[in-house]
């Protein structure tokens, strides 16, 4: 999950608030990425994160 830090239009605990429900419900492979200085326009650092890349490429859907 990624957040700016001084996002005006959806507050940080937010973001902190739906990890430690998930974190709470057994997700293990979760991580919150807080930008200090990015506002509520946080994807543009993400996207251009390569640790993002380097985690989505570690994950793969199975079929059921």
């Known amino acids: 999950m990624y957040h700016g830090a001084q ?3 959806v507050p940080l605990s937010e973001s902190e608030t739906m990890v430690a429900a998930l974190k709470k419900a057994g ?3 979760l991580q919150l990425t807080i930008y200090p200085e990015a506002k509520h ?3 543009t650092e993400t ?3 390569p ?3 380097t985690w989505l490429l570690q994950h793969q859907r199975t079929a059921k």
């Open 51 to 53: 640790e993002l890349y």
């Open 41 to 43: 326009d946080s994807w």
């Open 47 to 49: 996207y251009n994160n």
């Open 7 to 9: 996002d005006p239009t």
């Open 27 to 29: 997700v293990t492979d």
